[in-house]
């Protein structure tokens, strides 16, 4: 690695100089003047009682001459690098040759469960659940190309409440008769019906005490497997997971394991029982739940009146792991997965949870009981990858204009509408198939430029757009280099420096390459998506500046093919991380 062979000849000429403090250098804030910066003399020198200066002038001085970085000081104190031609030349063909393009894999590999996507069966897949796909398969494909072993798993919704509202309304409807009588013919239960059913429930919940009462009571039903609410849930569950399955695999989210919070189920016993024993739960109004606070916490006391306002500056309520009529909950799901987990797969070094950030308390809740009950090892880490909302352009959740929220279908439509217009206005073929890559490109890399946590602004056209930073522009920047691969004749041959923007290249697919490290530390993809476009739009300069096709010296050419061959192979990776697919034209 590059910054490693520059540290070690730093700290060489830094040991020759009688200095002991190790440096370190960074990409440079000056990138006209230098490639990496040190700026570590200051404090060297201070520790020391010496100049800054001098200090940094005695380093340098007692590098080793070498021919590939040039070592200068600067005023006040920094050391200056720049990579030489030679080693720019070096590099580029190295990257060419090396199967992971010049990135570090981890010397360690590390045992991960990815839990994203979380989609809930019966209810229809909205905005709300985009961000987990789009975020977790990018972050399975960053851990696994960089050495970890990945497991994702959907963690399905289906053992809530939802279930016994669906199933309560479709009977009120009339429609589960079948079931209940055995007269009459047995019902097919469509998406349509499901996707009416959810909404009416979930509405009339709210303000019909008995009616949520009576869901209460279905749903526990079907957690204890009585029938015909069983055999009901399960037809629904199976009608809803084909949908999500669809919705799923557009999105390009792929997934190892497709379970859900039932299937953790056969765990659920067991789980309370490793926590009774270790008397951690308490009863109260006939709910099972964990205390988890800890200091400087409080636990919310029950409002004593409907309208009283409870303020806490850092409020945890406890875990409530069974209801008062013995019905589970969704952290009760969650621990019990935890255990199955830990059970069925073995050494597991971290889970990580890709949910929305308004679920931190959730999974503090879920976190702390699985320690202190020893469910999840001491040495594994558990962890929520708690996301940003994506809004409108008024800052408010994003919603149509009736002020509902939008549905999953709908917002692909509309991109593959988006995409299409975009490709007739292009003059390039129009398929299904490739509006839906372009679509999808512009929503993911639209959302992954932003760091994970924050919310953003969802702006349709301003992602689509075809230039500037977006995934589209990406896309075609890549497209663009197989058409002209596909027009020049000539082989590609040994790569040279011939002018500044091949240098800018090689610089910024060092950049680039670093940057694959940034995100698995900051969990966040950010960092990728600008050092992508960034090496994109060096390449444009050097496209416009060099007439690829038409270049009559056949050792430049070949070059330059060699450089298309490198830019296209870091922009793939990058983009596959991103989890961005390529089409053919655009
Ligand atoms: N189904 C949940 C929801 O819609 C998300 C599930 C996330 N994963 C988890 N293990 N809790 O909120």
């Given at each position: 690695m590059v910054i490693q062979e520059i540290e070690d000849l730093l700290n060489e000429g830094r040991e020759k100089a009688g200095y002991s403090e190790k440096l370190s250098i960074t990409f440079s804030n000056m990138p006209k003047l230098c490639d990496f910066q040190c700026n570590g003399c200051f404090s060297l020198a201070k520790k020391i009682g010496g100049n800054p200066f001098d200090v940094a002038e005695k380093i340098v001085k007692n590098i080793p001459q070498n021919d590939d970085f040039i070592f200068e000081v600067a005023k006040p104190a920094f050391i200056n690098i720049k990579l030489t031609d030679k080693k720019l030349e070096n590099l580029g063909n190295e990257f060419l040759n090396d199967e992971m393009g010049g990135v570090q894999k981890h010397q360690k590999s590390q045992k991960v469960i990815l839990d994203y996507g979380g989609a809930n069966v019966a209810k229809a897949l909205h905005i709300?659940?985009?961000?987990s796909p789009i975020i977790g398969e990018s972050l399975k494909r960053l851990y696994k190309f960089l050495g970890d072993e990945v497991i994702s798993d959907a963690?399905?919704?289906?053992?809530?409440?939802q279930m016994g509202l669906t199933e309560l309304q479709l009977y009120n409807d009339g429609i589960l008769d079948y079931y209940f009588t055995g007269k009459g013919e047995e019902p097919i239960i469509t998406l349509d019906l499901l996707n009416e059913a959810y909404p009416k429930a979930s509405l009339r919940k709210n303000n019909d005490e008995d009616f949520k009462n009576q869901a209460d009571d279905w749903t526990l039903k079907i957690q204890n497997k009585e029938e015909p609410y069983f055999t009901i849930y399960k037809k629904i569950r199976q009608v809803s997971v084909e949908q999500i399955k669809k919705h799923y695999s557009e999105l390009g989210a792929e997934f190892d394991l497709w379970y859900g919070?039932?299937?953790a189920d056969a765990y659920i016993d067991k789980a309370l029982k490793i926590i009774e024993d270790k008397g951690l739960t308490r009863v109260s109004d006939g709910a099972v739940i964990v205390d988890v606070a800890e200091e400087g916490e409080n636990i919310p006391l029950p409002k004593?009146?409907?309208?009283e306002v409870q303020r806490y500056k850092n409020p945890m309520p406890p875990a409530i792991l069974?209801?008062?009529?013995?019905g589970v909950l969704y952290a009760t799901t969650d621990i019990a997965t935890i255990l199955m987990r830990n059970e069925t797969i073995k050494n597991v070094d971290r889970i990580e949870y890709i949910v929305d950030g308004r679920q931190k308390n959730h999974f503090t809740q879920v976190f702390r009981v699985c320690k202190k009950a020893g469910i999840?090892?001491?040495?594994q880490q558990l962890i929520h990858i708690g996301f940003g909302t994506m809004t409108g352009k008024d800052g408010k959740p994003f919603k149509t204009r009736s002020g509902d929220t939008i549905k999953l279908e709908d917002i692909i439509n509309l991109l593959i509408d988006k995409a299409s217009e975009k490709l007739k206005a292009n003059n390039a073929p129009v398929s299904r198939e490739t509006a839906l890559k372009i679509g999808v490109a512009a929503m993911k890399f639209g959302d992954l430029?932003?760091?994970?946590v924050k919310d953003y602004v969802f702006d349709i056209d301003k992602f689509l757009?075809?230039?500037?930073?977006t995934g589209p522009y990406l896309q075609y920047t890549v497209v663009r280099i197989n058409s002209i691969l596909n027009r020049c004749n000539d082989k590609a041959g040994k790569f040279f420096i011939n002018s500044d923007e091949e240098r800018e290249i090689i610089k910024s697919i060092l950049k680039l390459n670093s940057a694959y490290e940034i995100c698995y530390q900051e969990k966040s993809l950010n960092a990728l998506c600008s050092a992508t476009y960034d090496l994109a739009s060096n390449f444009s300069t050097f496209y416009n500046n060099h007439n690829v096709i038409n270049e009559s010296n056949s050792q430049i050419k070949q070059s330059y093919i060699s450089l298309l061959n490198l830019v296209k192979k870091e922009l793939s990776t990058a983009l596959y991380v991103l989890g961005i697919d390529i089409p053919e034209k655009m």
């Open positions: 709300g659940h985009l961000r963690h399905l919704g289906d053992w809530g409440l919070e039932s299937d004593s009146s409907p309208d069974k209801k008062y009529n013995g999840s090892p001491e040495n430029s932003n760091s994970v757009s075809f230039e500037g930073k």
